[in-house]
């Protein structure tokens, strides 16, 4: 067993990934605004996060403590994937032109999304911190 596995560490150790990929994707899609043809890409978390939650159902060995809790799977599986926004469900793989004029890339909802990813980011690394100091706390004694 690992130190952190009765922690909620791994968790948020993945939140914090998320985010950066986040964040690198939307950097990217800003970078290649002017770039004719390009198709913002966006991660997508909460799809692929459904489709691995329904192919490990009946392996979960966790339990459900209230009734409005979400019910989840044991494992870890791989729920992030980047994709352009031409794909996926009801997309049409041409581009739209919007406020760039040359590809689909919106520098408004880009940095709509930059903001809302670091707000995101500071409250996962604000918990991942707090996480750390309790830690400490208990190594210390001071409970």
Do not use: C, W
Not at 40 to 53: G, P, Q
Not at 76 to 102: I, K, L, W
Request: positive net charge; aromatic residues 6%.
């Amino acid at each position: 067993m690992k130190l952190f596995d009765k922690t909620k560490v791994p968790l948020l150790e993945q939140a914090l990934d998320v985010y950066a990929l986040r964040s690198r994707v939307s950097a990217s899609n800003i970078a290649n605004i002017n770039t004719p043809g390009y198709t913002a890409k966006r991660v997508d978390f909460e799809e692929e996060f459904s489709r691995a939650l329904r192919q490990n159902q009946g392996n979960t060995s966790v339990a459900m403590t209230h009734k409005d809790h979400i019910p989840i799977q044991s494992g870890q599986p791989n729920v992030v994937r980047v994709r352009g926004t031409g794909e996926g469900p009801g997309r049409s793989p041409v581009f739209d032109e919007v406020a760039s004029g040359v590809n689909n890339v919106d520098i408004d909802q880009e940095m709509a999304e930059l903001a809302k990813n670091q707000i995101r980011f500071k409250f996962a690394s604000q918990m991942i911190s707090g996480q750390f100091k309790g830690l400490q706390k208990s190594i210390r004694g001071q409970l």
